[in-house]
């Protein structure tokens, strides 16, 4: 599946989602609840999709699923949160535990 992702350094990209490693729905924030992690085996490239119910009319329409890059801090969140997230970023070494 493609999807537009928000990248670490800003910009967008259209890219071919890797290997799904959690899906379901935890909340975040206040109306904002993640998805999905995806992994790339390859690229070693972290994947969050999100969801948020809001919209903030003086900004920008942000309802709906978002799709960004995981940086260092929140990959090290995601394994502390899901045992499995951390099994295949371990074995990956897609970041250090």
């Known amino acids: 599946m493609k999807a537009t992702v928000t990248m670490l350094d800003g910009t967008t990209q259209r890219i071919t989602l890797p290997k799904?490693?959690?899906?379901?729905?935890?909340?975040?924030?206040?109306?904002?609840?993640?998805e999905a992690v995806y992994i790339g085996t390859k690229s070693k490239r972290v994947v969050v999709?999100?969801?948020?119910?809001?919209?903030?009319?003086?900004?920008?329409g942000c309802i709906g699923t978002e799709y960004h890059e995981a940086d260092e801090d929140e990959k090290a969140t995601l394994a502390g949160e899901y045992d499995e997230i951390a099994e295949i970023l371990d074995k990956e070494n897609a970041t250090e535990l």
Do not use: K, P
Not at 49 to 60: A, C, I, N
């Open 49 to 60: 999709q999100t969801y948020s119910q809001w919209e903030d009319r003086h900004t920008h």
């Open 20 to 34: 799904v490693a959690w899906t379901g729905r935890d909340e975040i924030g206040t109306g904002m609840f993640r």
